[in-house]
C-alpha cells in the first residue's frame, strides 16, 4: 500500500487509528514497518512526527471516553511545565465502570473529581493547576513530588498559598498527605534535581537556602544551588550538562571564587542521589562544623 494514503488518514496531529487505516486497505504487517510509529495501543503517527508528551496525550484523548481528565505530570507539561516526555505515561483519571486501567502507556486513576478542577481539552478533559499540583503532591516518591510541585511554582503557574486553598477541606484520597508535604514547597530551585536535593536534606535536618547569591566585599561572587550562608558552605548539583568542557571550566572558576572568599563547596551528582545520600549528608555536616570551629583547611 503507497503511503500516499497516509495523510488521509492523519488528523491535524498527523494521529489515525488502527481501525481506521485498516479501513483504508493498510495491514497490521505494514503498520509495524518503518513507515509508521505506534503512539498508543491502537493509535499511530507516521515515523517523520515528533514524538513528544503532548502528542502521547492526544492519542489518548483518540481513545478515552469524555469523562478522562489528564492530571499529574501530564497536565503539568500541557500547562507549560515539561515534567513528561514521550516515554513517560499519560497520567488519567478515568471512571472504573469504562475499563482502561491496564492500557499500555497510561497511568490511570479512578478518583473523585469536580466540574470546577477541569477544562475541555480535545474531547476530553484536563485538570487546572490546582488540581494537578494536588495530583502531584500526593504521589509516592515525597522528594520527588514536592520537586514536580516547585517547578509549577517556579513556573509561576501557582503559589503554595493557592495550593493549600484548594486543599482546605477536602477529604479525598491522599488530601492528608499532600497537606502534609505543603511546608516543604519552594519554588526557587531551578531544576527537578536541585529540589530532590533539597527536600532530602530538609528531611535529614538540614535547611539550606535555594539559589543564593553570594557577594564579597559588594562584589558578586556566584549564584549557588543550596547555601548555608550564615557558615558560608555550598551545596551544588552536577547534572550531566557539567560534563560539557565549557561548562567544566566555569564551573571550576566560579567554585575556585567561592574557595578564595571563604566558602566551602561540596558537588552533589546524580550517583550521589542514588546511593550516598547519607554520605553527603555527613560531608554537609562536617563542613558547617568544621566553618563554625574555623577549622577547616
Not at 477544562?119 to 509516592?140: C, N, Q
Not at 530538609?202 to 559588594?218: I, K, M, S, Y
Not at 574557595?259 to 554520605?279: A, F, R, Y
Request: hydrophobic share 40%; aromatic share 6%; net charge neutral.
Amino acid at each position: 500500500m503507497p503511503t500516499s494514503k497516509i495523510p488521509q488518514l492523519g488528523n491535524e496531529h498527523e494521529l489515525f487509528l488502527r481501525s481506521e487505516a485498516l479501513t483504508a486497505g493498510l495491514t497490521d504487517t505494514q503498520l509495524r514497518s518503518s513507515a509508521f510509529c505506534r503512539v498508543l495501543h491502537g493509535v499511530y503517527t507516521t515515523s517523520g512526527t515528533p514524538l513528544t508528551h503532548e502528542l502521547k496525550c492526544l492519542a489518548a484523548a483518540m481513545r478515552l471516553p469524555a469523562e478522562a481528565m489528564l492530571t499529574g505530570l501530564s497536565s503539568a507539561t500541557l500547562h507549560g511545565v515539561a515534567l513528561a516526555d514521550f516515554s513517560t505515561p499519560v497520567d488519567v483519571i478515568v471512571p472504573r465502570e469504562y475499563g482502561m486501567h491496564r492500557r499500555q502507556g497510561l497511568r490511570c486513576s479512578a478518583v473523585r473529581t469536580y466540574d470546577f478542577e477541569h477544562g475541555v481539552w480535545h474531547g476530553i478533559r484536563l485538570a487546572g493547576i490546582e488540581r494537578t499540583s494536588f495530583d502531584l503532591l500526593k504521589r509516592r516518591s515525597m522528594s520527588l513530588s514536592i520537586a514536580h510541585c516547585d517547578a509549577l511554582l517556579h513556573g509561576g503557574l501557582i503559589t503554595r498559598e493557592g495550593i493549600a486553598k484548594f486543599l482546605s477541606g477536602r477529604r479525598d484520597n491522599g488530601v492528608v498527605l499532600a497537606r502534609h508535604r505543603l511546608p516543604y514547597l519552594d519554588g526557587r530551585s531551578e531544576s527537578i534535581p536541585e529540589s530532590v536535593l533539597r527536600v532530602e536534606l530538609n528531611l535529614r535536618g538540614l535547611d539550606p537556602t535555594p539559589q543564593f547569591e553570594v557577594f564579597a566585599e559588594g562584589r558578586f561572587i556566584a549564584r549557588v544551588d543550596l547555601a548555608f550562608p550564615a557558615e558560608r558552605v555550598a551545596v551544588e548539583y552536577d547534572g550531566h550538562w557539567h560534563a560539557d568542557p565549557e561548562q567544566f571550566r566555569r564551573d571550576e572558576a566560579r567554585r575556585l571564587r567561592l574557595n578564595e572568599s571563604g566558602w566551602i563547596v561540596i558537588v552533589v551528582t546524580n550517583k550521589h542521589m542514588q546511593t550516598s545520600i547519607d554520605h553527603v549528608v555527613s560531608s554537609i555536616h562536617e563542613a558547617l562544623t568544621c566553618q563554625r570551629n574555623g577549622s577547616f583547611n
